[in-house]
Structure formats: C-alpha cells, structure tokens
C-alpha cells in the first residue's frame, strides 16, 4: 500500500495521520514534501504512525531528515502509536531515544503545546 497522509490541526500543532508504507522512493520524498510544507505554518508537528504497515531503512532516515530539519526552526516532531514493529527499529537503531512516542494525539499535542508555550517538557 503506497503512503497516504491527511493533515488535521489542534491547537497550534499538526497532526499528520499516515497510513501505509513509509519507505524509500516516492513515499519517503511525498512525507519530507509533506512536513516541508508544514513547517511553512508551524514547527510543531504530531505524526501519527497507527497505520503505518512497513519502514524500511529509507522511511527511517526520513523521519530522521524530517526531524532534524524541524529542530533548525526549533520545532518538534511526536511520533503517535508507532506499530511494534517499527517501535522495535527504534529501539534497535536507539532512535527511540531521539523521538519521544506517545499512546494518543492528544497526550502528544498537550506535550507539543506546552513546549511551545513555556519552552520546556511538562511531565505526564
């Protein structure tokens, strides 16, 4: 299944839904295009990873590009409910230590929005 994304706003956070493969080629180049274009209206994004099927190591290295790239604007980027495979690529890769994962969009968004508004991580 190709990657499909939809966008949908709470607060002043972006939400990405994704649904199906993030791998190399035309997916990986559709998700950077996607937050690239997000990045114009915010620096605060939620990616919610639920119906992702499949990451291969090239959907990795654009999740890490994509960070990176919203960090320079000092922004951040959530991961929501990665699937257990893709879970276990982060903790393998130790990228689970780069990206923060939350159960729910609204547990991330509140995080999001905190660090947007007071500049630091409240606890949960």
Known sequence: MALKMETDISEDVVILYCAGRLVFGDESAAFRERIRNIL???QHI???LSRIEYVDS????TLVATLASTRQKHGE???VRPNQRVTELLHR????TVFKS???DDDAVHVAEAVFQIGKFPTL
Do not use: A, H, P, Q
């Not at 090239?58 to 290295?61: K, P």
């Open 77 to 79: 980027i959530k991961l």
């Open 102 to 104: 939350y159960e729910s």
């Open 93 to 96: 890769t130790r990228l689970d």
């Open 58 to 61: 090239g959907g990795l290295g």
């Open 46 to 48: 939620v990616v919610n």
């Open 40 to 42: 114009l209206g915010t």
